[in-house]
T-cell receptor
Framework: DAGVIQSPRHEVTEMGQEVTLRCKPI?????LFWYRQTMMRGLELLIY????????DSGMPEDRFSAKMPNASFSTLKIQPSEPRDSAVYFC??????????????FGSGTRLTVV | GENVGLHLPTLSVQEGDNSIINCAYS??????FIWYKQESGKGPQFIID?????DKRQGQRVTVLLNKTVKHLSLQIAATQPGDSAVYFC????????????FGKGTHLIIQP
């Protein structure tokens, strides 16, 4: 398996522009997570999905952030309009569930977002 | 990496020595714990996990210890190698229906030649 695939790897955009980050989870994983990593706050959970359904978006910082998962193999995180304080590395992760619990939390390589 | 900087505790060990990285967690309901390794410019990489019904688990050169009484987790790395240099995070799954992982701040492990 190729693992969790994120694109783009780097994104530089101007303040006010729309940014879309993409993620392909590991096939067969039923959970998908979006995290943000900054020097000041570390790794923060933004939102997660179970079987393509958003379960908890309490970590989404503002209404400017939205996420979708139209099918089991694709998710997007959108920021509109973007602001300089959104600059961070955004990670997608996926996991699977068995009768004994959740396993295999695997992270992608991340998207480094810079808003200027 | 994003978390290498003044805010992270740093552990410096000699190549070949054993290292122990510690982590305190706060949620007594957490039932699943993972150690991740993050190298500069990369995503967190799974190292080893442990469930709350265990107090020790071993992998290749790594051992995780869980002390639920004091809510403490540790990662032991045997015979450290230069490639072990990275930031190490502990993560907990909060239990009680919480599905996401909560991460600690991380420890920067430096291997001295």
């Amino acid at each position: 398996d190729a693992g969790v695939i994120q694109s783009p790897r780097h994104e530089v955009t101007e303040m006010g522009q729309e940014v879309t980050l993409r993620c392909k989870p590991i096939s067969g994983h039923d959970y998908l997570f979006w995290y943000r990593q900054t020097m000041m706050r570390g790794l923060e959970l933004l939102i997660y999905f179970n079987n393509n359904v958003p379960i908890d978006d309490s970590g989404m910082p503002e209404d400017r952030f939205s996420a979708k998962m139209p099918n089991a193999s694709f998710s997007t995180l959108k920021i509109q309009p973007s602001e300089p304080r959104d600059s961070a590395v955004y990670f997608c992760a996926s996991s699977f569930t068995t009768t004994s619990g959740r396993y295999g939390y695997t992270f992608g390589s991340g998207t480094r977002l810079t808003v200027v | 990496g994003e978390n290498v900087g003044l805010h992270l505790p740093t552990l410096s060990v000699q190549e070949g020595d054993n290292s122990i990285i510690n982590c305190a967690y706060s949620n007594s309901a957490s039932d699943y714990f993972i150690w991740y390794k993050q190298e500069s410019g990369k995503g967190p990489q799974f190292i080893i996990d442990i469930r709350s019904n265990m107090d020790k688990r071993q992998g290749q050169r790594v051992t995780v210890l869980l002390n639920k009484t004091v809510k403490h987790l540790s990662l032991q790395i045997a015979a450290t190698q230069p490639g072990d240099s990275a930031v190490y995070f502990c993560a907990e799954n909060g239990g009680g229906g919480a599905d996401g992982l909560t991460f600690g701040k991380g420890t920067h492990l430096i291997i001295q030649p």
